[in-house]
């Protein structure tokens, strides 16, 4: 079975501090996906970055970047300066081969961003 | 391109009635998942339906119910409502399950569903 622990229920921070969401996974698939996805109050989930279970090769992409160490079983999303459009949940989520890839979530954590 | 569809947006029920939810994937998109989120909560894995046939089902009690249509949309009924039902219904679809280019699942508003 799978697993995805995001050990933070909420963080509230003030505009333009850098903040670090962590997510820790479990799984005993060797091929498997993990995944971002963004939450605000109007609740569409918004995807924001998928890695593979091959390829841990740290990305940043303008404001946000992904830490991937399996070796930890960790895949940690980091908002620099953060925004008051960033408030919203942040959900980690996990596909796996063997179960045909359903995206198994954690239970989000909760961004505040404070002017 | 339009997004992930869903209706209706929101929709009030009472305990033991039936309710279907309708979903219309992204045009190309043959797989539809469906996710049920309680406040507080991630989502939760319902079913999963590629090509119309049905290729993964979660923990979730027989009154819940699924089907895939020749176009890709798909449908969830929901049987005998009982007050815990009350949740956001997510609908989610991809190009395909994974297998070729795991390209991630696009999800839609969702429908927000209360019973009362």
């Known amino acids: 079975a799978q697993k995805v622990t995001q050990a933070q229920t909420e963080i509230s921070v003030v505009e333009k501090e850098d903040v670090t969401l962590d997510c820790v996974y479990e799984?005993?698939?060797?091929?498997?996906?993990l995944f971002w996805y963004k939450q605000p109050p109007s609740g569409e989930l918004v995807f924001l970055i998928r890695r593979n279970s091959f390829d841990e090769q740290n990305e940043i992409s303008g404001r946000y970047s992904w830490n991937f160490q399996k070796s930890t079983s960790s895949f940690n999303f980091t908002i620099t300066a953060s925004q008051v459009v960033d408030s919203a949940v942040y959900f980690c989520a996990l596909s796996v081969r063997g179960s045909n890839y359903k995206l198994t979530f954690g239970k989000g954590t909760l961004l505040t961003v404070n002017p | 391109d339009a997004g992930v569809t869903q209706s209706p947006t929101h929709l009030i029920k009472t305990r033991g009635q039936h309710v279907t939810l309708r979903c219309s994937p992204i045009?190309?998109?043959?797989?539809v998942s469906w996710y049920q989120q309680v406040l507080g909560q991630g989502p939760q894995f319902i079913f999963q339906y590629y090509e119309k046939e049905e290729r993964g089902r979660g923990n979730f009690p027989d009154r819940f119910s699924a089907r895939q249509f020749p176009n890709y949309s798909s449908e969830l009924n929901v049987n005998a409502l009982l007050l815990g039902d009350s949740a956001l219904y997510l609908c989610a679809s991809s190009s395909d399950l994974g297998q070729i280019s795991n390209q991630p699942q696009h999800f839609g508003d969702g429908t927000r569903l209360s019973i009362l």
């Open positions: 045009s190309g998109h043959k797989s």
């Open positions: 799984t005993r698939d060797t091929t498997y996906y």
